[in-house]
């Protein structure tokens, strides 16, 4: 797969560049993406190879964008297909957004438009989501992105703390009914 552009409203998703590597740097200081995506102990080297990873989209494994303000390119977040397994047509989605961007309904906007683009462009049929049991705004993300949650996974991942935590699975099945984010887009500014 080549790495493209998919306009989401007033959001853009759009290939990772090297120059993201600074605002990037600074959106993982956050505590709370610290602690969920693991971002704690992560160097300037770090995020600039794991930038470089998310550009490169040839292993066909995932599929990775910057979120950016569609008016200004201002770096709202993250969000990534990944894990795509073609043979058991399903994968995996992730995703981060910076604090100054968070309530506006980017999350939901952009992980429901990935599972869309996903569900037509690519042979897959099941998008998993899976956070930390405490990450309450995590799983609002999935339910309003049309997620179903399937239940408790105990002591399943080890996050930024060190501590391994129960996490909720949810799915996104091809088939299941698209959430209508339409208002929900027009909050994002
Ligand atoms: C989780 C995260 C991605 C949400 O991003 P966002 O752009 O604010 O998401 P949205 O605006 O689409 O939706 C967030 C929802 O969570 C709700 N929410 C926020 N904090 C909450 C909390 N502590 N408890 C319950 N709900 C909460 C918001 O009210 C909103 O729901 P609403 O629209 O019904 O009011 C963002 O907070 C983040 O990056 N957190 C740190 C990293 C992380 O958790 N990544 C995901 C790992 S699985």
């Known amino acids: 797969m080549e790495p493209f552009e998919l306009p989401v409203g007033p959001v853009l998703l759009r290939p990772w560049r090297e120059d993201d590597a600074e605002a990037t740097w600074a959106a993982l200081q956050d505590p709370d993406i610290r602690l969920w995506n693991g971002s704690g102990s992560a160097s300037r080297d770090d995020v600039a190879r794991m930038i470089r990873g998310r550009m490169d989209w040839s292993t066909g494994d995932h599929a990775s964008w910057a979120v950016v303000d569609a008016r200004t390119g201002e770096l709202l977040g993250s969000v990534s297909l990944h894990s795509i397994d073609p043979g058991q047509e399903d994968a995996e989605i992730g995703y981060w957004t910076s604090p100054a961007a968070r ?87």
């Open 103 to 189: 309530g506006r309904g980017v999350a939901s906007l952009v992980v429901d438009a990935v599972c869309r683009w996903a569900f037509g462009a690519l042979p897959i049929d099941r998008i998993e989501l899976c956070h930390a049991v405490e990450n309450r705004a995590s799983g609002r993300v999935a339910e309003k992105a049309g997620f179903t949650c399937e239940g408790r996974l105990r002591r399943a991942y080890r996050y930024g703390d060190g501590v391994k935590h129960d996490e909720l699975l949810w799915s996104r099945l091809s088939d299941d009914p698209a959430p209508a984010l339409s208002s929900r887009s027009r909050r994002a500014r």
